[in-house]
């Protein structure tokens, strides 16, 4: 059955969404286009260690843990750390 024309899937991940912080919520608005399951999945990310999975550059390296990113002193060059496992939704 469904509830409010969504899935049982879909209100799950509705009233999972629900159950989230205020902060989490102001951080996640909700899009017309966008299902409560990927929003979900978006909560899930948000409650998730950020880690910078690829480093791109000379002057670049992890720190201590994969969420630490430093410079290699002496050294002057364009780098970049890459998150590949998270989307930026500001100004989507």
Known sequence: NAVDGLSLVE???RR???CAS???RSCLRKYPDEGWIELHHHLLM????LTFDQL???SIQHGEEGSVIRAIPGFFAMSSALCSNHVMRSGR
């Open 16 to 18: 999972l969404f629900e």
């Open 56 to 58: 791109v550059g000379y």
């Open 46 to 49: 948000l409650r998730s260690k």
């Open 11 to 13: 209100e799950a991940a």
């Open 22 to 24: 205020e902060w989490e």
